[in-house]
Structure formats: C-alpha cells, structure tokens
C-alpha cells in the first residue's frame, strides 16, 4: 500500500533545459512533501504543502520551483540545473492532521535525476 | 536543530539470525516520534516501525523491535530472523509537530546486506 506515483522514473537533462517532476496520491492526504535523496548524506527536506499552501521551503534554490495546483497532486519545475543537483527526488504525503507528529509518510519511488 | 545519526553505513546478517541497527538523535525537544523505514532496491520507502517518545513501553512490530533510551537519545532497530527481502537501506528518522504536516529528519541510512 503506497498510493504515491511518481514520474518521470529517470530523468537525463542538459543544464540548460527545462523539465517538470510529477507526483500524484489519491490517498486523500492533505500534506505532501518533496525530499532530495543524494549518496551518503540525509534526506533533505525540499518543500512541504499543506492543503495546498507552501508551508515548507528550506533554502531551496530558485531553480528549484514547486506547484501544487491540488490536494492529488504535487510537481516540482526544474530550470537550468547544476551538475550537483542530480540525485533521487523523492515524493511523499501524509495523512496532515492538525496533531501530525505520528503520521508515517508515504513514499513515492522517486525520479532518479542526472543532470549533465 | 535535530540531527540523526547512524552510525554503520552497512551492516550484514546471516538469514535467520538478529542483527541490531544503531541510531541516535539530538533534540531539546520533550515530544517527538521516532521512526525507522526501509527502503529496497525499488527506492520505495516504507516505515517499518515507530515509537512515541513519552512512551516507555518499547515498539514492536512481528519481527522488529526497538531499544528506545530517551535518556541516552538512543534509538535501535532489531530484527529478528533475518530474511532476505530484509535487505534494503534503512534510516532512522525524527519528527516534530508542526500542526497538520511533518517535519522529518532523517539519518544517513545503514545498508543491511542479508546473507544466505
């Protein structure tokens, strides 16, 4: 039981394109979250939305840009990337309770992103 | 900040035996959750157990168990009967309530391998 789709599976860009990451949920979750998984390090938190609204954005750089135009729905836009920003991008949501410290969150199988 | 730390980047275990899995956390916080998933060669993370913190009672899940030492800021996986689809990435992870989302930090992950 996931729920969580995510697509492309691999993604292969130049740094001067422009692609998008969707991820879809139909587990009628009201948070979802995008995490950058890089070797050997911990999974980064990248953004939150929480009823739709951005609540979350860690420092994350502008090439680097979210939309959430519904609760099913979540992408991430990428412009004109650097060679270190390849790594796994990972979807998840959960549950979004207003007590939501115990919520598990449900994963994607990530987009592996090489950017050359 | 909360910071997770694993330890052992790998860990191996013979089919059928125990292994143990290390983790420790900073926090000030008094009220958090504390999370171990798994994530297999399919990338997919799913939670494999979770343990309130002002719960003593340690968290059991069929063959996995935790060793939670709020003291010490400890917080160990132990599976029992090792089995081969046992062999994935885990990470240690802690949440805090931010009121309808999580905030996750997660460890570096230790790789089980599960030999036959």
């Known amino acids: 039981e996931t729920g969580v789709t995510q697509t492309p599976r691999h993604l292969v860009m130049g740094m001067t394109n422009k692609k998008s990451l969707k991820c879809e949920q139909h587990?009628?979750?009201?948070?979802m979250y995008w995490y950058k998984q890089s070797a050997k390090k911990p999974l980064e938190l990248m953004f939150v939305y929480s009823l739709e609204e951005r609540v979350e954005n860690n420092s994350v750089p502008s090439r680097f840009s979210p939309e959430c135009p519904n609760s099913s729905h979540l992408f991430l836009h990428l412009h004109t990337l650097q060679p270190e920003d390849s790594a796994l991008y990972l979807c998840?949501?959960?549950?979004?309770?207003?007590?939501?410290?115990?919520?598990?969150?449900?994963f994607g199988s990530g987009t592996q992103l090489s950017v050359l | 900040a909360q910071t997770v730390t694993q330890s052992q980047p790998e860990m191996s275990v013979q089919e059928a035996e125990t292994v143990t899995l290390s983790c420790t956390y900073d926090t000030s916080e008094s009220d958090y959750y504390l999370f171990w998933y798994k994530q297999p060669p399919s990338r997919q993370m799913i939670l494999v157990i979770r343990q309130e913190a002002y719960k003593q009672q340690n968290a059991t899940e069929n063959r996995f168990s935790v060793n939670f030492q709020k003291a010490a800021k400890s917080f160990s996986l132990k599976i029992s009967d090792s089995q081969l689809g046992d062999a994935a990435m885990y990470f240690c992870?802690?949440?805090?309530?931010?009121?309808?989302?999580?905030?996750?930090?997660f460890g570096t992950g230790t790789k089980l391998q599960v030999i036959p």
């Open positions: 998840a949501s959960s549950q979004g309770r207003v007590q939501a410290t115990n919520e598990k969150l449900f």
């Open positions: 587990l009628g979750h009201n948070a």
């Open positions: 992870a802690y949440s805090t309530d931010y009121g309808g989302y999580q905030k996750v930090t």
